[in-house]
């Protein structure tokens, strides 16, 4: 993208040229952010795939608010959480208690 007065290539998400200083109309700005700093693709990228290791993504984002950053950020760390904590059930609560009990019916049964 360039800026529309001066020509010189734009800075991504730059709100003004840093050329000649002209203020970019927002459809401008815009057009320079990168695809994957889009709302829609950071916040399934943290839900969806990443976790807590799609934050760099959500903060070095120019599309969103700070406060919305902050909520996302403790929202994602809580989702998180909530799968760690659920990992650890299953393995540790279901999986390994059972296959132990199982390994203790099929010894006596031998
Ligand atoms: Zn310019």
Redesign the pocket.
Known sequence: MR?P??N?KLVMGAKF?H??G?ELPPEIVEKTVNWYYDPVFVLLAIFLALAVFGLPLLWKSPRFEVWHKVVVSILTVIYTAVILWFTYYLIFVIFIPYYRELGTVLDSAT
């Open positions: 800026c007065k001066c010189h040229c050329q000649c002209a």
